[in-house]
């Protein structure tokens, strides 16, 4: 049971344009939404975060937007560079519970 | 802060073995957890200490596992009897805070194969 869903396992942009990796979730019990990025060999590293009760947080080139009503939230990178390149995992939680759920990912190819 | 420090990085055992890895969060954060990750998949959690407190695990978590935080600094996670269904990324996380949404602080994972 995929509580949150990642549909594009990899995306390809050119360096200096947009890339926006989406999510699904099912899970109306979901309050806070995380986006981590993994390099190969390394763990995950935290990226951006946005509670239920905003629809948009916004991280110099990083910003998310929640879509309650269609459970949504997308990441969107402005302008893209090639050490963007990575996987990012669109990840859930709530109530302040500690066990937080990951999506499977999305594999970002930023070409120079 | 010097992160989250996972050892071994790499464990290549025989099915039936037993294992531990050990995991050091960073030093000031209160909470430690164990993900596992597998092939195409993301993480997925195995359980959370709060302190020296063992306070959730996951269904995943089979009898053959088994977590322990003393002191409530470094943990380890010992798996008997080790199955090739075992192979996986096992990663630790730390945090800290009381009650809210802190990040997770991810080490590097050691990589487990069982042959």
């Known amino acids: 049971d995929q509580q949150v869903k990642q549909n594009s396992p990899s995306l390809s942009v050119q360096e200096g344009r947009i890339s926006i990796l989406n999510c699904d979730y099912t899970?109306?019990?979901?309050?806070?939404f995380l986006w981590y990025k993994k390099y190969p060999a390394e763990g995950p590293t935290f990226l951006i975060s946005?509670?239920?009760?905003?629809d948009k947080n916004e991280d110099g080139r990083f910003t998310v937007f929640l879509n309650k009503s269609a459970k949504h939230l997308s990441l969107h990178i402005v302008p893209s560079q090639p050490g963007d390149s990575a996987v990012y995992f669109c990840?859930?939680?709530?109530?302040?519970?500690?066990?937080?759920?990951f999506g499977i990912g999305t594999k970002l190819q930023v070409i120079p | 802060d010097t992160g989250v420090s996972q050892d071994p990085r790499h464990k290549i055992t025989k099915r039936g073995q037993n294992v531990t890895f050990r995991c050091d969060p960073i030093?000031?954060?209160?909470?430690l957890y164990w993900y596992r990750q597998t092939l195409g998949q993301g993480p997925e959690f195995l359980t959370y200490?709060?302190?020296?407190?063992?306070?959730?695990k996951s269904r995943l978590l089979s009898d053959r596992f088994s977590a322990e935080r003393p002191k409530g600094s470094f943990s380890t996670l010992e798996i008997q009897r080790t199955e090739q269904g075992d192979s996986a990324m096992y990663l630790c996380?730390?945090?800290f805070g009381q009650g809210d949404n802190s990040p997770l602080h991810f080490g590097n994972g050691t990589r487990l194969t069982v042959t």
């Open positions: 996380a730390s945090s």
């Open positions: 990840a859930a939680n709530y109530g302040g519970y500690q066990k937080v759920t």
């Open positions: 200490f709060q302190n020296e407190a063992q306070l959730e």
């Open positions: 899970n109306s019990m979901f309050d806070y």
């Open positions: 030093s000031e954060h209160n909470r």
């Open positions: 946005i509670s239920s009760i905003k």
